[in-house]
């Protein structure tokens, strides 16, 4: 008796969105009886029966923009001069043979010639 109450203290702290699909068709069959076919529902029908009859409103999440480290406001033209600066500056390091500033070099080029295309 003692084990059955903890289970369900446990199941009410787990935040829906964390719940597997036999625990979310448990609660449905508790709270919502009315609802049929919850056997064959997929996670997020799921989600939406519990949801609606607990009253919580789903709120879409906000998408954070990907950025290409802090130069993501330059025009097409001041990036290709800034790949042309850093090609130079990849040449120096060559030299002195430092690989692991190259690297460095190698991924901001990298990611401003993928800024240029996107901006294209």
Do not use: F, H, W
């Not at 064959?40 to 998408?63: F, N, S, T, Y």
């Not at 070099?105 to 990298?110: F, G, M, V, W």
């Amino acid at each position: 008796m003692a084990g059955e109450v903890k289970k369900e203290e446990k199941q009410a702290e787990k935040p829906l969105d964390k719940m597997t699909v036999t625990e979310l068709r448990e609660v449905v069959k508790q709270e919502v009886p009315e609802v049929t076919g919850v056997t064959g529902m997929k996670k997020d029908q799921l989600l939406e029966i519990v949801k609606e009859a607990r009253g919580i409103k789903d709120e879409a999440p906000v998408k954070k923009k990907k950025t290409a480290g802090p130069k993501k406001d330059l025009s097409v033209r001041e990036m290709k001069l800034e790949i042309i600066r850093l090609r130079a500056e990849r040449e120096v390091l060559r030299q002195e043979k430092d690989k692991k500033k190259l690297e460095i070099i190698r991924r901001r080029i990298n990611r401003l010639k993928k800024m240029t295309r996107r901006a294209a």
